[in-house]
């Protein structure tokens, strides 16, 4: 299920030495048999959410790829513009909380050049996870969409392919990782967390955090205990919750290995089937392929050896984004944001000097808040005062 870290960015450090052990020369080989792909241009947005290409009913649209959400997902003000909009009345859960929506049914899906009749769709209010992002999120595009076909995601070079399932091969430098269906048809694989013995895990491609576990797993294992922590905001189809951050020393997947990896501790995690989720930071440090129908998910480190960047926020401020600016929605503990001063509700509409605007997503100003530590930030706000903020780590 798509849950974004509202203006705040945590992903992994995969160990190189880890990732050697298990492929110390990746050759790049996409193994369809006699198949040859047709790469589409795969956007990689703020570094953490995946847009793709797409059609409903017709009508193209910009789709967010997202495994963790068992239904494809369809936001309200483009399910009314198609009139689309009526239909069962349900109530769905995200990863921490409920919200109302409705069920329609044999919705036309196309991605890339394969068309799918979806037997049914969810439509709801996207408009906390528009927020979080920045962007317009007219649709999520769930795991519905992965049956009876193989999707290639070579991150390094920003694309990604189809294939009928079945059809790749796999390959010496490749990892078989199997895949599981939780009650709510969620995707799970099983993972080794700080060395304890495997545990289910949602594998979640719409996740902007590398690691999320639930609360009460983490209070068990205890890995919490003498490591510094502080708090973020996640916003998600039931809005937005304050969630604990700390940093899990090891995950292993498959024979993977990843060390010191930003993590998301959730009081109010809800599925039943899973203690966490694996998320799109974690997921882009390597080349992957879906196959849910066959039943697995392989990975290998990037032929490209351009993995997705490693982002980290040092700012502690949670953002909102508008066409005008950035509101602050909440401040981290420990954070430099908090010793700062920082406010829930202050807006921001210059940093260092650029003026937030439609285009803040789109281009490189939005990277402020992961730059090294010690890097001086500028900040306006809307009563014209300028405030300064040193970046630095709070976790």
């Known amino acids: 299920m798509m849950a974004h870290l509202v203006g705040f960015g945590a992903a992994a450090a995969v160990s190189k030495g880890a990732l050697a052990a298990v492929t110390p020369k990746p050759v790049g080989k996409w193994d369809f048999g006699p198949l040859v792909l047709d790469w589409k241009p795969l956007e990689v947005a703020t570094g953490d959410t995946l847009l793709v290409d797409a ?23 483009l399910a009314q513009a198609l009139g689309i ?15 109302p929506v409705r069920l329609i049914h044999d919705v036309d899906v196309q991605l890339g050049d394969r068309t799918r009749r979806l037997p049914f769709a969810v439509v709801a209010d996207l408009s906390t996870l528009s927020a979080a992002f920045g962007r317009r999120i007219n649709m999520l595009l769930g795991a519905d969409m992965f049956v009876e076909n193989c999707i290639a995601l070579d991150f390094g070079r920003r694309q990604f392919a189809f294939a009928p399932t079945g059809s790749f091969l796999g390959g010496g430098e490749w990892t078989a990782i199997a895949l ?3 009650a709510k048809q969620e995707l799970y694989v099983s993972a080794s967390i700080a060395g304890s013995r495997p545990v289910p895990v949602m594998i979640d491609l719409g996740s902007s955090a590398a690691l999320m576990l639930s609360s009460s797993y983490v209070d068990t294992l205890g890995l919490t205990k003498e490591r510094a922590t502080s708090t973020a905001a996640l916003g998600g189809v039931e809005g937005i ?7 899990t020393p090891t995950l292993s997947l498959g024979g993977l290995s990843a060390q010191d990896i930003p993590t998301l501790g959730n009081r109010n995690w809800l599925p039943t089937s899973t203690v966490g989720n694996i998320g799109l930071p974690l997921i ?7 196959d849910v129908t066959a039943g697995f998910v392989w990975l290998r480190p990037p032929a490209a050896r351009r993995p ?7 700012s502690g401020l949670g953002l909102a984004t508008s066409a005008t600016a950035l509101t602050v929605v909440h401040v981290a503990a420990n954070s430099p944001a908090k010793k700062g001063g920082w406010a829930i509700g202050e807006r921001i509409v210059r940093v260092n000097g650029h003026g937030i605007n439609a285009d803040y997503t789109h281009g490189d100003l939005w990277r402020w808040r992961f730059g090294p530590t010690g890097t001086l930030i500028t900040l306006e706000t809307t009563v014209g005062e300028h405030r300064t903020l040193r970046l630095a780590d709070y976790y």
């Open 55 to 77: 059609q409903v009913g017709g009508s193209p649209v910009k789709a967010v790829l997202d495994s963790g959400s068992g239904a494809s997902i369809i936001d309200l003000s």
């Open 85 to 99: 909009e009526n239909g069962e009345r349900r109530t769905i859960s995200g990863l921490g909380g409920k919200a």
């Open 180 to 182: 599981g269906r939780g």
């Open 241 to 247: 919750a304050t969630v604990d951050v700390f940093t």
């Open 284 to 290: 882009g440090q390597f080349d992957a392929i879906f």
């Open 308 to 314: 997705l960047a490693m982002l980290k926020d040092r």
